[in-house]
T-cell receptor, first 113, second 109 residues
Framework: DAGVTQSPTHLIKTRGQHVTLRCSPI?????VSWYQQVLGQGPQFIFQYYEKEERGRGNFPDRFSARQFPNYSSELNVNALLLGDSALYLC????????????FGPGTRLTVT | GQQVMQIPQYQHVQEGEDFTTYCNSS?????IQWYKQRPGGHPVFLIQLVKSGEVKKQKRLTFQFGEAKKNSSLHITATQTTDVGTYFCAGGDTDKLIFGTGTRLQVFP
């Protein structure tokens, strides 16, 4: 079975620009969560979507938004990029919600210059 | 907000030595999950603990969940070079998963 896939793998953007990151969960998984991981730190929870509805939100500004589609894939959008948004963005899928084991994708490395 | 801390931040051991990382939450946890992240990789699920005082073993790895469900530990017996990576605990709830600060393990042959 295919694992969680994310695109693109790497991305370079300029301050003030907008970015969209994409995630496809494992087949049969209905929950997708997004995390930001800065080098040397643990993943920081951004959003959880379950059955296409926002289930949880971390402590991130409104510049961050996400959605989940009928096929359970998901997009993370970040507006007005700041240098501090440079990080590895991880997507994870789960059978139900974040109380269940998370299967992580390889991540998207975002660099903001 | 909820915080999950881990100690130590780094641990260097000789191959064959034991290793332990400790995880402490500022709030009571519904469950604790443990993940391993190899350098350049993504977190990989190891185990989940749900019950107060629960102990689970996976070969050389032993996981414990505290009686108050606010702390946990991971112990590796006789480390091997394949154990290299960062170990994260994470407090899981139905609406969020809060990762700890992680313990980076380096094993010297």
């Amino acid at each position: 079975d295919a694992g969680v896939t994310q695109s693109p793998t790497h991305l370079i953007k300029t301050r003030g620009q907008h970015v969209t990151l994409r995630c496809s969960p494992i087949s049969g998984h209905k929950s997708v969560s997004w995390y930001q991981q800065v080098l040397g730190q643990g993943p920081q929870f951004i959003f959880q979507y379950y059955e296409k509805e926002e289930r949880g939100r971390g402590n991130f500004p409104d510049r961050f938004s996400a959605r989940q589609f009928p096929n359970y894939s998901s997009e993370l959008n970040v507006n007005a990029l700041l240098l501090g948004d440079s990080a590895l963005y991880l997507c994870a899928s789960s059978r139900r919600d974040t109380s269940y084991e998370q299967y992580f994708g390889p991540g998207t490395r975002l660099t903001v210059t | 907000g909820q915080q999950v801390m881990q100690i130590p931040q780094y641990q260097h051991v000789q191959e064959g030595e034991d290793f332990t990382t400790y995880c402490n939450s500022s709030t009571t946890l519904s469950n604790i999950q443990w993940y391993k992240q190899r350098p350049g990789g993504h977190p990989v699920f190891l185990i989940q603990l749900v019950k107060s005082g629960e102990v689970k073993k996976q070969k050389r790895l032993t996981f414990q969940f505290g009686e108050a469900k606010k702390n946990s530990s991971l112990h590796i017996t006789a480390t091997q070079t394949t154990d290299v990576g960062t170990y994260f605990c994470a407090g899981g709830d139905t609406d969020k998963l809060i990762f700890g600060t992680g313990t980076r393990l380096q094993v010297f042959p």
